[in-house]
């Protein structure tokens, strides 16, 4: 029996479906894998209490409610599923992407998809998670030049509903390694996608930009960068921009 998207509800218009799905979790209304999907999204997030810009009817907009009962301190292999996920739907459209951490998928380095994961910590565990996805889809024309769609990729347009049960079923594949605790081989697949993993790149954090390395993750899932010009090498999220 299928888990993830095993209900599906698609809204015409929402200020933002992490927030809908939060509020079905918190009142006891959602189950495991229950997905909320948008034609238009008014108030979408995304990192860093960005905005998540997306043209009405063209992308795919939605949020997954699951209750994983992981260990608080291995919270970020969700981060690793879907964004593994994300990747191998796009490889089914012969679409080449890599993973940019924390939480945003590249094709040939520009975006194609934003993810925020937001968690509910109950003791030791994560109660639920709401995964939100931005995954651009039609789209022709976008304000950040280092943005890009399917569209753009392939010179054609593709069902938004057809390609949401699609996704579904390789989070659900990542999702079952996860419950299964194959953490080694997550691990293995993710550092194969990471972008600038042991390649010299260049970074930004509060004392400027510099030349590094990125050496991988820690078990909290900060991101590890050898650098000769910084004595720190350990970066939590919003410490450290990843130039592009």
């Known amino acids: 029996?299928?888990?993830?998207?095993?209900?599906?509800?698609?809204?015409?218009?929402?200020?933002?479906?992490?927030?809908?799905?939060i509020e079905l979790c918190?009142?006891?209304?959602?189950?495991?894998?229950?997905?909320?999907?948008?034609?238009s999204q008014v108030h979408g997030k995304g990192q860093r209490g960005n905005n998540w810009a997306s043209e009405e009817g063209k992308n795919l907009t939605f949020s997954i409610c699951l209750f994983s009962k992981l260990d608080v301190e291995k919270q970020f292999?969700?981060?690793?599923?879907?964004?593994?996920?994300?990747?191998?739907?796009?490889?089914?459209?012969?679409?080449?992407?890599?993973?940019?951490?924390?939480?945003?998928?590249?094709?040939?380095?520009?975006?194609i998809c934003g993810i925020l994961i937001e968690n509910s910590i109950q003791g030791k565990e994560i109660g639920y998670s709401v995964i939100g996805i931005g995954l651009n889809v039609n789209q022709k024309q976008f304000n950040e030049p280092k943005a890009t769609s399917i569209f753009n990729?392939?010179?054609?347009?593709?069902?938004?509903?057809?390609?949401?049960?699609?996704?579904?079923?390789?989070l659900e594949y990542f999702y079952f390694l996860l419950q299964s605790r194959q953490f080694e081989k997550i691990e293995k697949e993710y550092y194969s996608l990471l972008y600038g993993y042991k390649k010299k790149g260049e970074f930004e954090d509060d004392k400027g930009s510099f030349t590094g390395v990125i050496e991988g993750l820690d078990k909290f899932g900060a991101l590890i960068v050898h650098s000769d010009a910084r004595k720190k090498s350990v970066y939590q999220l919003k410490e450290i921009k990843i130039h592009y």
């Open 1 to 21: 029996m299928q888990i993830v998207g095993h209900n599906i509800i698609w809204l015409d218009e929402i200020s933002s479906t992490n927030d809908y799905c």
């Open 26 to 39: 918190k009142n006891g209304l959602a189950t495991e894998g229950l997905v909320v999907a948008v034609y």
């Open 77 to 111: 292999i969700l981060n690793k599923i879907v964004s593994l996920s994300v990747c191998d739907f796009l490889n089914g459209l012969d679409i080449k992407a890599q993973i940019k951490w924390p939480n945003d998928i590249l094709v040939d380095n520009k975006k």
């Open 153 to 170: 990729i392939l010179n054609k347009e593709i069902e938004l509903k057809e390609a949401l049960n699609t996704y579904l079923k390789s």
